[in-house]
């Protein structure tokens, strides 16, 4: 006989468990099901400008990186005004020393790779005049806007562009990029010991960190004149952005913990981001600064760590449970475990087994298993 077809119950129970399977299989693809797969903010290097620097007069700029996964590797591309070098430091590195050479637009780029292998460059160009350049802006860093909701546009910030030569400077443009406008009363030359304004605008067309220049293009040696502009774009209600979509963290040796990899937890919403938990599921852990929440455009740093208690292929999940629309926002974890090596002073030891041995301690002898005829722990002798 026949069988009936599901009806009812039975047809609502086979739904949820076609959706659970679904939500299976794209596990590795999702950070979580029926949520947003919203990205987190991508990698990016502020300021857009460096200024020109005057011979014989020291010279140091700070460049920074935004979004990503922590610890960094710079790396320059190009070669920068004689006598000045890059010094990488964590998240920022610099470009520093005493220009003894002059060159017109010498450009070069900033790259920028974090642990996640994610890169973002960044293109510089940059003069070594004989003497200070004629113009100039105020505030020298550039314009920083506060956090504003995407699609709409923030009061004007005022730059100030000061002509500090003996002679008139004619202006051939000023120009905004990105998501900001200008508009200025320079017209087309400033006389000696002149200046001008330029009111700047921000509007967002997506939430997250957004940075442009401003560009001046004129007739001296030190053209073209850039501003760095940077704002931040929200979106309404709480948010919680990470800076990365999964995290992997190679191979680690079975009983020993990696170094930590910083992600950035970032509230792109309007209002207070209230986080109630923060957790990493088994064979990882992690530390953080989250709770108990976020303050509209801040942020804070989820430190993650990988200890593997077997051998091979492992997964897990850093998740953060809060009262953004998309809760909990789910980071997908992988590392493996190689085993075969050394076991610290602590772990668990077979004495017997040259494929298990105790690593060195930490003076001029070596850790041995506390029982030498089986299962035992690593103990400094």
Request: charged share 10%; with cysteine.
């Amino acid at each position: 006989m026949a069988g009936k077809a599901p009806q009812g119950d039975a047809l609502k129970k086979i739904g949820r468990l076609v959706v659970l399977v679904s939500c299976f299989m794209l596990a590795l693809t999702l950070t979580r099901c029926g949520g947003s797969n919203q990205p987190g903010p991508s990698l990016s290097i502020t300021p857009t400008s460096l200024p020109n620097g005057t011979l014989g007069i020291p010279y140091s700029q700070t460049i920074e990186a935004g979004g990503g996964v922590a610890p960094f590797t710079w790396t320059l591309v190009g070669a920068l005004p004689h006598n000045l070098q890059l010094a990488p430091s964590g998240n920022t590195a610099t470009v520093s020393g005493t220009p003894d050479t002059e060159a017109n637009g010498v450009a070069f780029s900033i790259k920028v790779t974090d642990s996640a292998n994610e890169s973002a460059t960044q293109s510089y160009s940059v003069s070594m005049l004989a003497e200070p350049d004629t113009l100039s802006f105020a505030p020298t860093a550039g314009l920083s806007f506060g956090p504003e909701l995407v699609g709409t546009a923030s009061t004007a910030q005022t730059a100030t562009l000061s002509n500090n030569g003996n002679s008139g400077v004619v202006i051939n443009n000023v120009a905004a990029g990105g998501d900001f406008a200008e508009s200025n009363t320079c017209g087309s030359g400033l006389a000696a010991g002149g200046s001008c304004t330029i009111k700047v605008t921000f509007a967002p067309s997506q939430m997250g960190l957004r940075k442009a220049s401003i560009t001046v293009t004129d007739d001296t040696a030190g053209s073209p004149h850039l501003l760095s502009v940077s704002g931040i774009g929200l979106t309404s209600g709480p948010n919680a952005t990470l800076s990365v979509a999964t995290l992997n963290f190679g191979s680690e040796n079975v009983g020993t913990t990696s170094s930590p990899l910083s992600i950035t937890l970032s509230n792109y919403g309007t209002v207070a981001l209230s986080i109630a938990s923060l957790a990493a599921t088994a064979n990882f852990g992690e530390t953080d600064n989250c709770i108990p929440g976020l303050a509209s455009g801040a942020s804070c740093t989820v430190n993650v760590t990988f200890r593997p208690t077997t051998a091979g292929p492992l997964s897990g999940t850093l998740s953060v449970t809060d009262n953004a629309p998309d809760s909990p926002q789910v980071v997908p974890l992988g590392g493996t475990g190689v085993s075969g090596m050394c076991v610290p002073q602590g772990g668990l030891c077979y004495a017997p087994s040259p494929n298990n041995p105790c690593c060195p301690a930490p003076r001029g002898h070596h850790s041995y298993c506390s029982n030498p005829t089986g299962w035992g722990t690593c103990t400094e002798s």
